[in-house]
């Protein structure tokens, strides 16, 4: 069973304010790893495929970072918005696994004016 | 147009029923997904077709059939519902099955809410 985490679970930012979280994933057997933004009662957006390790995406004040080595990926949000609070999932694929996404639990993000 | 469209968008029925949840992408897509979202909002794939042939099968009961008629459809059928199998569940499709980053996208539809009662 693979095992994709997200840390934290939730968190609280201030409108203007910075902030990142986490997703980590088994550092042997990797593909990709994907980000998607899910707002309440939408579905899952795509915001970045990562595959290179050192690899760094960015998407307007969205930015991503991977290490495969050690299994984790930092979401970046510079000057955070209320259109931000969404729930970012982290979703992992590993080789020979077809196309198959195993998905982090998620970190819900509130932007407070 | 919305690219990946589901219906129904919500479904309350009783046990023991069978009902079916319908899919259908305008993307031109050839890979389409089943997930369901589990009482502890994680998103667990089911199945995955491509070009209508079955590449994914997760541990399901068999009592949830998909059936791809053509790469833009990809339904599910649900025999004998149990309590259970209350959720939320999302269709996806993906430009193909992994030949790169941006054939890998998944694209998600709005999601059938399910009640069974």
């Known amino acids: 069973i693979l095992n994709v985490e997200q840390s934290p679970q939730s968190l609280h930012v201030q409108e203007g304010d910075s902030t990142n979280f986490t997703c980590s994933f088994p550092s042997s057997n990797f593909y990709a790893l994907h980000w998607y933004r899910w707002e309440t009662a939408k579905s899952p957006e795509a915001l970045f495929v990562m595959t290179l390790n050192g690899d760094e995406k960015k998407k307007g004040r969205i930015s991503a970072t991977l290490n495969t080595k050690e299994g984790y990926s930092y979401l970046y949000i510079k000057g955070s918005q209320p259109e931000d609070s969404a729930t970012y999932l982290c979703a992992f694929k590993g080789w020979a696994a077809g196309n198959k996404l195993t998905f982090g639990g998620g970190t819900r993000v509130l932007v407070k004016p | 147009d919305t690219a990946v469209s589901q219906t129904p968008k919500y479904l309350v029925t009783q046990m023991g029923n069978d009902k079916s949840i319908k899919c259908e992408q305008n993307?031109?897509?050839?890979?389409m997904y089943w997930y369901k979202q589990d009482s502890k909002k994680f998103l667990k794939i089911m199945f995955s077709?491509?070009?209508?042939?079955l590449i994914i099968n997760e541990t399901v009961p068999n009592r949830f059939s998909p059936k791809s008629p053509d790469k833009a459809h990809l339904n599910l059928h649900i025999n004998s519902l149990e309590l259970g199998d209350s959720a939320v569940y999302f269709c996806a499709s993906s430009q193909d099955w992994g030949s790169g980053e941006f054939g890998e996208t998944q694209y998600f539809g709005p999601g059938t809410r399910l009640l069974v009662l």
């Open positions: 993307l031109g897509h050839d890979t």
């Open positions: 077709y491509n070009n209508k042939e």
